[in-house]
C-alpha cells in the first residue's frame, strides 16, 4: 500500500536490470552488493477477504516482484534506497521509530524491529530496492517489500529462517509497526510460491497445497488505474461485520459456518453483517472448487465460479468501484475470455482473467480498447507467470 505512481521499465528483461540495480548502487553507496533478494506480488484468483476469516484462498505469487541488491555495515546503521521513488531512509538498529504517515520506510523499520522482538537481531546494511510490483493496485507491493527486506535480513545475518516464519513476521511488522491490520495472504503468497503453481492456501491451519493450471489457460492481470479509495477504513468496516456475524453463529470464525447454517440462521443476523458472511462462506468454497476446475481445465465451471464471485463482491460484500464494473464489462467482451473477476482487497485497483492462452493478445487489445472507451482511462493488462516465493539469488551473474 505505497503511495506513488512512478514505476520503472517493469517489461526490462533481468540482465538490464540487475546491470542498472548494481550501478545505483555503485552510486549511492560505493562498491558492489553482497547479495540479492527476491519476493513476489500476487493476485488472488479466488477467496477476496477470507483470509481473515480464516477460509480458503486461491492465490498466485506472480512474476512481478521487488529486488533488493544489499551489503552488510558494521555500524548497526540501515541505509536504504528505493529506485521506485528515487527517496532513501536511514534508521539505527538501536532505535527503530516509525515515521508518521504510510511511508514506504516504515515497511523496511517495521520488518527490522519485528526481526529484532523475535530475538533474530538483524545487522546493519546499505540496500537499494527496485520493483515491478504496480504500487497500491492491489498486487501486494507492501508484502513483496516486507518479504524482500526479511530475506536480505536473514540472507545476511545466515539464519535459517523457514519460509512460514517469515512470512508470519512479515505480517505481524505490517499489523502491529505498519498498522494496517491484513490478514496473512500477502506475507504467504510473497514468501510461500512455488514457479509454476498456484497455492491453495487454507488460512485456519496456514497450510499449503500447490495448485497446477492446465496449460492452456493464462492469467492476466487487468489494471483500472483507478486508486484504491477507502480501502483503509472500508476494510477495517468489513472485517468488523465478519466478526459480528461469527459471535451471532457462535462460531470462533466464518470458516466455521457452513452453507446450512447461514441458510438456516441467516434471519438472526442484522444487515449488512448477513451479506458479508454469505459472501465469505461461499467464497471460501468457491476458492476450493476453483483449484480443481483449474486444474482439470472445466472452462464451463471456471467461468461460473468467477462471475459468481465478482456478484457477491458487488452485491454481498460491497467492494467494486465503477472502474471495477466498466473493467469488468470490458474483460467478459474481450476474445478467449474463460472467466474473470475482483482482485485484492477490491474498491479499484487490478482486477484478474483467465484466459485462453491462443488469445492472450487478442484479449489484451480488446480490454485496452473497451475500457479506454467507457472510462477515457489507459489501463494495463499484461499475462503473469506463477513466481518462487521470496529468496536470495545471484544478481551478480544475472547481470554479467
Ligand atoms: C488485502 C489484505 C489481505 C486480504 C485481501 C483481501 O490485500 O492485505 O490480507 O484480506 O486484501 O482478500
Request: glycine fraction near 8%; charged fraction near 25%; proline fraction near 4%.
Amino acid at each position: 500500500m505505497l503511495s506513488t505512481e512512478s514505476m520503472p521499465d517493469w517489461t526490462m528483461d533481468p540482465k538490464t536490470r540487475a546491470e542498472r540495480v548494481a550501478a545505483r548502487f555503485r552510486e549511492t553507496f560505493g562498491g558492489e552488493p553482497e547479495l540479492w533478494a527476491r519476493a513476489p506480488g500476487r493476485v488472488d484468483l479466488m477467496g477476496s477477504h477470507t483470509d481473515y476469516n480464516l477460509g480458503y484462498v486461491l492465490t498466485l505469487p506472480i512474476s512481478r516482484d521487488t529486488w533488493i541488491a544489499a551489503r552488510r555495515r558494521d555500524d548497526g546503521t540501515v541505509r536504504i534506497y528505493t529506485m521506485n521513488l528515487d527517496a532513501e531512509d536511514e534508521f539505527r538498529l538501536d532505535a527503530i521509530e516509525r515515521i508518521p504517515g504510510s511511508k514506504w520506510c516504515n515497511y523496511v523499520r517495521g520488518v527490522a524491529a519485528t526481526l529484532q522482538d523475535a530475538g533474530l537481531g538483524p545487522m546493519g546494511c546499505d540496500a537499494m530496492i527496485h520493483s515491478t510490483v504496480p504500487l497500491e493496485s492491489g498486487l501486494s507491493s507492501s508484502a513483496a517489500l516486507e518479504s524482500a527486506v526479511a530475506t536480505v535480513f536473514a540472507g545476511l545475518g545466515g539464519w535459517d529462517l523457514t519460509n512460514e516464519r517469515k512470512a508470519l513476521l512479515c505480517q505481524k511488522a505490517e499489523n502491529e509497526f505498519v498498522g494496517v491490520n491484513c490478514g496473512i495472504l500477502d506475507q504467504y503468497s510473497s514468501c510461500l510460491g512455488r514457479q509454476g503453481c498456484a497455492l491453495l492456501l487454507d488460512c485456519r491451519d496456514l497450510s499449503t497445497r500447490a495448485v497446477w493450471i492446465a496449460g492452456g489457460i493464462r492469467i492476466v492481470v487487468c489494471n483500472t488505474m483507478s486508486r484504491r479509495r477507502l480501502s483503509g477504513g472500508e476494510y477495517a468496516q468489513r472485517r468488523a461485520e465478519c466478526e459480528q456475524a461469527a459471535a451471532v453463529l457462535g462460531v470462533s470464525a466464518l470458516r466455521d459456518a457452513t452453507p446450512q447454517m447461514l441458510a438456516a440462521r441467516r434471519h438472526e443476523l442484522p444487515e449488512p453483517a448477513a451479506r458479508r458472511a454469505e459472501f465469505i462462506v461461499a467464497e471460501s468454497a468457491r476458492a476450493e472448487t476453483l483449484a480443481g476446475a483449474l486444474t482439470a481445465d472445466d472452462r464451463p465451471a471456471v467461468a461460473r465460479l468467477c462471475a459468481e464471485s465478482f456478484a457477491g463482491a458487488r452485491d454481498l460484500y460491497e467492494i467494486c468501484s465503477p472502474a471495477m464494473a466498466a473493467m469488468m464489462d470490458a474483460m467478459l467482451a474481450a476474445p478467449g475470455v474463460i472467466g474473470a473477476r475482483q482482485a485484492g482487497a477490491g474498491f479499484g485497483g487490478c482486477m484478474v482473467a483467465l484466459v485462453d492462452a491462443a488469445s492472450t493478445d487478442a484479449f489484451r487489445t480488446a480490454v485496452l480498447d473497451a475500457y479506454y472507451s467507457a472510462t477515457q482511462v489507459r489501463a494495463e493488462v499484461y499475462p503473469v507467470e506463477a513466481a518462487q516465493g521470496a529468496a536470495v539469488f545471484d544478481g551478480a551473474v544475472i547481470g554479467k
